[in-house]
């Protein structure tokens, strides 16, 4: 009778361990899962297909661009169009590219006039961008599935989706306004005003984010910094850089900051310490980008350049290490326009979930 108990505990404390294991190596491979999905890399396949229009309906032709340099540096570092597939555009060019194994897959054209500041490829194929002038939602077939215009005497120069019914901007005007749309519901549920001392509309912001703790970081272009809100609008922190047109908080907790004045990319920790900083000149001269409005951190730790290029006498993207290795840099006027966004489709995470991605 002891012996058969003894057997019977053995063999269920055996179960019980294997069950924990099964289960924890489950979750494991759940969170690994979550880490390394590349959810928009599964979704191109819907920008080619036969249902595709070359022309849609709410597309209004852009004439090609012509730059002044066509010339390129020989050997330049990585694959060009074939180092990452990727969403990309320009100020006053107003093509979105959509790239994947070097070729242009996929376009949209939206007129003359200017000009493009953000775009994003959500999970679920909608593509979201700013237009200056209104911000739109588009489907692969071309349709616009969602719109809002810019009221008289306003500008909308950045936009981001919070999940894929929300989206987060900042309406330049007097005054300016941070604002969260609901698509879904087609109604605005949180406007909230914008301090600032410009009476030049167009200079007031660029890019605002929401990050993954739900606290609102604000690059004030005009004024010289950048603040970070809490969700009730009280200043939680914040940095003094001339210019700054672009701000992301990075996953380690620090700030990536765009300064369009001095042309540098600089990167700062909570105590508002430079712990990492990219200058023109800190490149060879072959290398060096001309101009910057907005950068991308890689998952591998690189930062991506984005430069206007100056009518082609510069590289539109410039892709470096941690310890300022160029190891790509696309020079291609012949295919593409200035450039001042790009979101590279392989990285992990889910676009339109806050802090998911470094853009």
């Known amino acids: 009778m002891k012996k058969n108990l003894f057997k019977f505990v053995f063999l269920s404390g055996i179960i019980i361990l294997l ?4 289960v924890c190596y489950g979750q494991n491979v759940k969170n690994t899962q979550k880490i390394t999905a590349k ?14 229009p070359d022309l849609g309906s709410s597309e209004t032709k852009v004439e090609p661009f012509k730059p002044e340099v066509f010339s390129v540096p020989e050997n330049l570092p990585g694959n060009g169009l074939a180092q990452h597939p990727m969403l990309y555009f320009g100020e006053c060019y107003n093509i979105l ?15 003359g006039g200017c000009e493009y500041d953000d ?5 679920n194929g909608n593509i979201l961008f700013s237009r200056m002038q209104y911000i739109a939602v588009v489907t692969p077939k071309k349709e616009v599935v969602w719109r809002y215009d810019a009221p008289k005497g306003t500008e909308i120069h950045g936009c981001q989706p919070i999940g894929l019914d929300k989206v987060l901007f900042a309406q330049n005007g007097i005054p300016a306004r941070l604002m969260v749309y609901n698509i879904k519901t087609n109604s605005i549920e949180i406007q909230h005003n914008l301090p600032t001392d410009s009476a030049n509309v167009h200079a007031q912001f660029r890019r605002i984010r929401i990050t993954e703790k739900g606290t609102y970081l604000v690059p004030f272009l005009t004024l010289d910094k950048v603040i970070e809100y809490d969700k009730n609008f009280n200043e939680i922190w914040r940095y003094n850089i001339s210019s700054p047109w672009a701000a992301i908080r990075l996953r380690n907790g620090n700030t990536l900051i765009t300064d369009e004045r001095e ?8 105590k508002g310490e430079t712990v ?16 910057t409005q907005s950068c991308t951190r890689l998952a591998n730790g690189n930062t991506i350049i984005c430069s206007r290029g100056e009518n082609g006498k510069g590289p539109q993207l410039v892709e470096v290490t941690p310890d300022k290795k160029v190891v790509w840099v696309l ?17 992990p995470g889910f676009p339109e979930n806050p802090g998911a991605l470094e853009h």
């Open 276 to 291: 990492w900083e990219l200058r023109p000149g800190d490149l060879p001269e072959k290398y060096r980008f001309i101009n």
């Open 331 to 347: 020079w291609d006027w012949k295919n593409l326009g200035p450039a001042t966004a790009v979101q590279i489709l392989d990285e």
């Open 97 to 111: 590219f959509l790239i994947n194994k070097g070729k242009i897959i996929w376009t949209y054209q939206t007129g």
């Open 39 to 52: 959810p928009v890399m599964d979704i191109l396949h819907l920008f080619t297909s036969k249902d595709v």
């Open 119 to 123: 775009v994003w490829l959500l999970s």
């Open 263 to 270: 042309i540098l990319t600089r990167e700062v920790n909570p």
């Open 19 to 22: 069950t924990l294991k099964s």
